[in-house]
């Protein structure tokens, strides 16, 4: 291995330590599941020992004299990152419709005892369909927190760990090319890891963000590995592609996509052997990841149904189908995209109106509907990446060429080049890249576009240049903006599940499709009943669809801070 100096190289064993704490925990699982055994508080913990255990490891290889205190002092925050992210996750409660639908839901039942690589769950169970035959890539680690915490909102501790990751690791890559200062490195991580699909979903137990984070990662690592082709990069591209792989369906066309585009870039570059290293390993990783850890769904589908991605894809282009404006049903896949890309940050609420009116905007302009639509806790439908996003593509790549034209280097474009059409490739091959959600690496093209018209040419067009990296952090401000929206509605849960629990009454319930709902009654020990509920008699839990019967004397409590600023919001919002 080329030789890190101790600074990268703790960078580098920060994002190394949090992302193994959750792959390995992951591949321990699923080893634990095919000998039969199931979900363990031990699990998570045991990741963590390994995960510190590899870059003891890592470190003595990489710095040969003096890694005892590197080693160290990213041990500690690495576990000052997971004890954080753990913290901040239980604060807040998942609003999410398919994290109480079903997310959730993965967790608590792998935590009972699910092995889902000896049995399905009875069709009687909600959601029973997607549980049985997906990916558990995401939501093994998220079970594996909950069974250590006894916490169900902890699962969402995995994101934050996630994205605290990608961006060590991109720091290691960019103090390692030591090109840019120090500021900038932290800057162009900052702004490459959090990716609004990413942020919107850190407080809910969607899988796309935490997607966008190990995508990321891969991308790191490849990048890594087109520089030296060491086996510390390659064990790390391994551990990525096994997980990325059992995340869900279309991860799988990312990844081979993702590996085809390195390995052209190091067949371009001439890198034989670096070639042929990496083919092995993602070749033998891809094996183990869908013919061994990936056992389930991928050999059972196959064995039971005849199909392993069964129910398939077309149920996946079904479900962005039911959210699609009608319009969309006659155009192709660019088609699709350029209405997104091109219009205004819009839920469309297509439950009201089939095929609503999308009128185009001029990128860099906003209305009403941007900003309230970007606010909100979740990835719009209609140009996700938030209201700025189209605005800054246009002009991260007139930056990009215009620095290419004044200042060619074929040594740093072909990689380049290979790099953003790999990228733009993974997006394209969908039919629904127009969701942001389905296809978060999208994000990545405009902004290491930018990045790369630095390197080209660091001095022209400066002040321009800044602007564009203010204007995207306005744009990413916007799904930070949406964490008090949520510690609000968390708070009004809380308040709700409180009252509850005071009347010491046995509350009926009909939980409908959020079935998770259970477990938040079952952590605040509020004894309930499941039973029809007519709508003359039901209330509706806050932000969900289960709703109760109130008892007759529902005991006012004292309302926290957080509630009363809320709604004193609320009535000035909607008098």
């Known amino acids: 291995m080329t030789s890190m100096d101790s600074k990268t190289c703790r960078w580098f064993l920060m994002g190394f330590g949090l992302v193994n704490s959750v792959t390995f925990t992951f591949i321990l699982m699923s080893i634990t599941f095919i000998c039969g055994f199931t979900l363990a508080f031990w699990h998570f913990l045991l990741a963590i020992l390994c995960a510190l255990a590899s870059n003891y490891a890592a470190s003595r290889y990489i710095l040969k004299s003096g890694y005892i205190p590197v080693f160290l002092s990213s041990t500690w925050i690495i576990l000052v990152v997971i004890i954080l992210s753990i913290l901040i996750a239980g604060q807040f409660y998942d609003i999410s419709p398919d994290g109480q639908m079903y997310h959730l839901d993965s967790a608590f039942h792998l935590k009972a005892g699910w092995n889902p690589f000896v049995s399905e769950l009875p069709a009687q169970v909600n959601q029973a369909l997607w549980l049985n035959h997906y990916g558990k890539g995401v939501e093994a680690p998220e079970a594996a927190v909950y069974a250590l915490t006894n916490r169900i909102e902890t699962t969402k501790s995995t994101n934050f760990i996630l994205l605290a990751a990608s961006f060590c690791l991109c720091m290691s890559f960019l103090q390692r090319i030591n090109y840019f200062s120090l500021q900038k490195n932290l800057l162009f991580s900052f702004l490459v890891s959090c990716n609004p699909v990413t942020i919107y979903q850190l407080l809910n137990t969607y899988v796309d963000g935490q997607l966008a984070s190990y995508l990321l990662c891969f991308v790191v690592a490849a990048s890594l590995l087109y520089l030296d082709a060491d086996r510390l990069y390659l064990i790390l591209l391994a551990t990525l592609l096994m997980v990325v792989l059992n995340i869900k369906f279309s991860a799988i066309i990312f990844a081979a996509v993702f590996c085809a585009g390195l390995l052209l870039a190091l067949m371009l570059s001439r890198q034989m052997k670096s070639f042929w290293k990496v083919l092995v390993v993602c070749v033998v990783a891809a094996g183990i990841g869908i013919g061994v850890l990936g056992y389930f769904p991928y050999v059972i589908n196959t064995v039971k149904y005849h199909d392993p991605l069964y129910p398939g894809l077309p149920m996946l282009e079904s479900e962005a189908a039911k959210v699609a404006p009608g319009s969309f049903a006659r155009m192709n896949r660019f088609s699709k995209f350029f209405v997104s890309f091109f219009s205004h940050t819009n839920d469309l609420h297509i439950y009201r109106e089939k095929n609503p009116e999308i009128p185009p905007k001029i990128p860099f302009t906003f209305n009403e509907t941007d900003l309230y639509n970007a606010f909100k806790p979740a990835v719009a439908i209609m140009a996700g990446f938030g209201p700025f996003f189209s605005g800054i593509s246009i002009a991260a790549f007139f930056f990009f060429v215009v620095s290419v034209w004044r200042r060619p280097d074929r040594k740093i474009l072909l990689p380049l080049l290979v790099l953003l059409g790999t990228l733009t490739c993974s997006v394209f091959i969908l039919s629904e890249a127009w969701w942001a959600r389905y296809a978060p690496q999208l994000w990545l093209v405009p902004v290491i576009a930018l990045i790369a018209s630095e390197y080209f040419q660091p001095q022209a067009e400066r002040k321009l240049r800044h602007l564009l990296y203010l204007i995207v952090g306005i744009n990413l401000s916007f799904g930070f903006a949406s ?93």
């Open 483 to 575: 964490f008090p929206f949520v510690y609000y509605k968390t708070a009004e849960i809380k308040y709700e599940l409180a009252r509850l629990k005071a009347s010491g009454k046995t509350i009926p319930v009909q939980f409908t499709y959020y079935t998770s709902n259970r477990i938040r009654f079952t952590e605040h020990h509020i004894p309930f009943r499941e039973e029809n509920i007519p709508e003359d008699k039901a209330v509706y839990m806050v932000s969900s669809s289960s709703k109760y019967i109130p008892p007759d004397s529902m005991p006012d409590l004292a309302k926290p801070w957080v509630l009363k600023i809320g709604e004193q919001m609320e009535h000035r919002i909607h008098p």
